[in-house]
């Protein structure tokens, strides 16, 4: 699953892999449990470059670990944005870009103190999601299948990539 903060990775990657039976992988969680630290402690203290090491780092874990079990991941916002990712997420599966427009967006993550990537800058938070999408258009584009999730409740979102995958 691809796609900005609030987009619903991590919520519609969860059901989709208790519906399938196959193993959760979220990139972001992965990296908490790793370092004991959220991704927005990890922007505050070592800055966005060391979290996207950190990222690039575990998808490629991922790659050279992979064992033949099905699995279902939830990537960070940035990640299909980073050096040769968005390759390596195509060659482990098929792609899934969850779209939603940026007035959608913000009001999922209004309030959320969790979103490093949207907690500061300058203008509005809407301004600031149409940033991060201009500058990650192209990677998102390039996923297999994009669902627009706006108006969407999570189990329609995974029916509609569960009708994708038959």
Known sequence: M????????TSCSKLLAERLGYLLLDTDALIEEATAMSPAQIFATMGEAAFRTMENELLRQIAMEKTGSPFVMATGGGLPASENNLEILQKLGITFYLKADSA??????????????????????????DTLLAKRAAFYGQSRHTVDTRGMTVEETVETILNYLQ
């Open 2 to 9: 691809l796609g900005p903060s609030g987009a619903g990775k």
């Open 104 to 129: 959608t967006l913000a009001k999922r993550v209004s309030g959320d103190v969790e979103r490093p990537m949207l907690k500061n800058g300058a203008g509005e938070l809407t301004e600031r999601i």
